[in-house]
């Protein structure tokens, strides 16, 4: 089954519950990095395999890619655990006054959880080292990305030949050795993070190989080039707007849906530690009570529950952030739409210029994501 049957498949099977992951399963099938993809290109197309097949581009995603996706699940982890504690040492303090006898060991061991739980808390919104790393990783996987399909944009004449011709072939190949050589040094991009969370000044800066900033000449119309630009529409276009549309769907995984939910719920602790703090001062002032009553202390615990409850959501998912990335897959989205309708509706020359304005699109969203990420938190 091609890599478009299986998606519309996917897109087509019941939800998975309301925080399905929809990226589940993705499998970097554009950059034919599963073995699966390349058995079903070759037995459809053997000869584009032989030119779209990159076996040491392949190698470098991997350097790339697993670790960028092992440091978000660090990170996400790393959140989780936080709240765990400090949700713990809460449910403890509340729990206290049913301890008779325990009750100071408790709220000791109470204490200790929250302020462990908010201590890796300050550390996980306020450490730069991960975070530049994971973000680090990610611009070299999508770099990656970006040479594969840049590489045969900017050659498609070559490209095209190779499909049949072995000198062709072999030129090919010699020349994306040399491509390689232009993708950035894995030690030199955590450096670099800080100057790439900035603004593109020049779109020159798309391109992998500096020499691509200027256009080359579309090549003469051809069976090959026809073959070749539908699998790069397939591969380049409609698996970006594949990816996207994975990241705008209705379930509360997804970016848009879940800052709105956590925007609802931090209102709601956020109101709640009022009202209790509220109850609190009316228990004392008005009513004569101490602040070691039972009623006080615990409507005092629930009041610093709520807030602790409030940060913890916050550093585990910052609404601004998801809304932030919601409004920029947006807005990709429409960029990359208006792409695929120029690159159909035009010829050899309104292709190539699509699938290049894919290249630049693509990158600026890149570093906007590399911004936000950065400045979050």
Known sequence: MSRAGRYADARAEPPRGMFRDSLAGWTNDDVLQTQAAREALGAKHPAALRVLDWPELRAQFARYDPPATRDGRRDRRFGLLS??????????????????????????????????????????????????????????????????????????????????????????????????????????????????????????????????STSPDPPEPSPALNLLLSLLRGQRLSGQLDYVERKLNDSLGAPGQRAGLVRGLNRLLLGAAVMTGAMAAVLVFAMGRTLAGPDVRLALEVMVGAIVAAAA????????????DANRYAAYFAALAKARARFDTGGPAEKLAALREVEIVCYRDLREFVGSHWRSR
Do not use: C
């Open 313 to 324: 959501v916050g550093v585990v998912n910052d609404d601004r952030l998801l809304a932030g």
């Open 83 to 212: 709240v765990g504690l400090a949700t713990l040492g809460l449910v403890l303090a509340m729990a206290s006054p049913l301890a008779v006898g325990g009750e100071r060991v408790i709220e000791m061991l109470a204490a200790a959880l929250v302020i462990a739980g908010l201590a890796m808390m300050g550390v996980h919104r306020l450490g730069r080292r991960s975070k530049t790393l994971s973000l680090a990783h990610r611009f070299g996987a999508e770099r990656v990305r970006a040479l594969y399909f840049q590489a045969v944009v900017n050659n498609l004449d070559l490209a095209a030949r190779a499909m049949a011709d072995d000198a062709a072939l072999a030129a090919w190949q010699a020349a994306r050795a040399r491509m390689l050589l232009d993708l950035p040094a894995p030690e030199d991009l955590p450096g670099q993070i800080p100057k790439l969370a900035g603004p593109v000044d020049d779109d020159a800066e798309t391109w992998v190989t500096p020499a691509w």
